[in-house]
């Protein structure tokens, strides 16, 4: 399968991914609790200098402005008929950066989670799912999106869903899981089991990964995770800029650009080959990860040590791959049949 | 199944059937565990001692081992549910008996933030320990916080964010509280994925909870000090 994400990356070997969009946002103006989608079309002169930083920043592809453009979420704010309109404008505003920079740049249509919990344990059923992915991600196709990018999911039935929901929409995709507990995601799924569940999809994407989380540490284990289960895919790295501190009236993370230019450099040694930021990174970190990706040679894959020593410490001791991770106590009673 | 696998509840003595009743939960069990408090009843159990001894007991072992990653979210979910099924049992019986209250918490996930799988686990929690929660689902302005507050009157205010773009809400929520001069009347917890307590403290809230386990410490803890600080004052 050839198009212009799989032709870039053979041409490449690694591709640089964009930041942040939230922290972005936040900084032009972006009040708490309004939906960064609607400013797609109430204020695209701030989208389209978003776009901007990551190109000018050295991106080989950004994201779109649409992580929230799903109908459970827009419903918040009354939007959950312009679903299709939003993720569309979102696209069509990256297409005219992207057309414009000068160098092959990537438009990827940002597809983030419902927010509901699936069939069983939740109430969203599969076929729900799999409707509004669809939906959002025709509207990024019709934008000129030249892939979708489902990021910050945590249940694999979700990501299941939204295979099938690119698949109808004829548009290729990659697709990140968020890790933020114990070193899994939120449903307990550790990153060897992404690797399974990824390469059993029928619509399987051209890259996975992990984004967001709790830290870079965190990431990079993450992503030493997926390299040891030995998928055949390639590998997507989208860490925070560090943890989030409020200063000042507004969100920071404390990871600083030289932190995130050695987090680059580890990711690409882990395995990961297309290699980006996510929550609080901002231009200059991206500078310094284009960089230092761009002066350096692959190295051999650090260890955890190695991680924890330059990047910072992780969230929990195990991520539940090694063995080690905690089991619980001897039952009490007899186990039901 | 073979016939020695089956468990009798009824057949159990009243210790071997609480230990079963952890068990269930732990399983997520609902049938059973209706079963179970049904049971406990008939024998006589007074309705806040099967709280406390079956259901609390049982939840302090989930929650223990969702803090500790061996237990994620669907797994809580279930064993929630499980115990909402013995609560709805109890729930009437409590309010007959006039049994003690632990503590009243008012929740919700602040303006702009859907995310409300952390909030919903913070509330069965905080439920499986005893506490009486009003939740206020998700979406929450300044304004529908203030009026559940004042019309409710909760020992503790529980706010959750997921995003970064939300996340300063709470920040506007607890500044409000203090320009109206009513912060110090309640326990302020915050959680969220990507907070953490440096964050927690910044924005003014007395605590950042991890997960919904460390809530239900950190309530208890509080609702603590908040009662020894009314004897002595």
Redesign the interface.
Known sequence: MSNAFTDLLAEKGTLLADG?T??N??NMG?M?????ELWNTDEPQKITKLYRFAVDSGSDLFLTNSFGANA??LK?HDAQARVHELSRVSAELAREVADTAGRKVLVAGSVGPT?E?MEP??TLTHALAVEMFHETADGLKAGGADIGWLETI?APEEYRAAAEGFALAGLDWCGTMSF?????T???LTSEGMVDLVHGLDNTPLAYGAN?G?GASDLLRTVLGFASKGGTLPIISKG?AG?????E???HYDGTPELMARYAIMARDAGASIIGGC??TLPEHLVAMRAALDSTEKGPAPTLEQIAEEIGPFS?D?D?TDGN?????P??????? | ??EE???ILSELDDE?LV??M???L??G?KE?IQEGVNILLERGWEPYDILTKALVGGMT?VGA?FR????????V??AANAMKGGMAILKPLLVETGAPRVGKMVIGT????????GKNLVGMMMEGAGFEVVDLG??NSVEAYLEAMEAEGPDILGMSAL???????M??VIDTLVEQGIRDDYIVLVGG????E??GK??GADAYCR?AAVAVETAKEWMGRKHNSAATA
């Open positions: 942040a939230g922290t946002l936040f972006l708490s609790g309004d939906a960064p459970a979420r918040l927010g919990i344990v939740g945590s933020d507990t114990a070193g899994r939120m449903m307990g967001c709790t925070n943890i989030p501190k409020y200063v009236g507004h969100i929550c609080g929990s195990s539940g991770g905690p089991t619980r106590g039952r009490r009673g007899r186990r039901r049949a | 199944m073979s696998d089956d468990i071997e230990q079963q952890f068990d269930d732990y399983d069990l059973e072992i081992d500790d990653g061996i237990l994620f979210v669907p797994e979910l279930l602040v303006k702009g933030d859907i995310h409300d799988i998700i979406n995003l970064t773009t939300t996340m300063p809400y920040k506007v994925a990507p907070l953490n440096e964050f910044a924005i997960d």
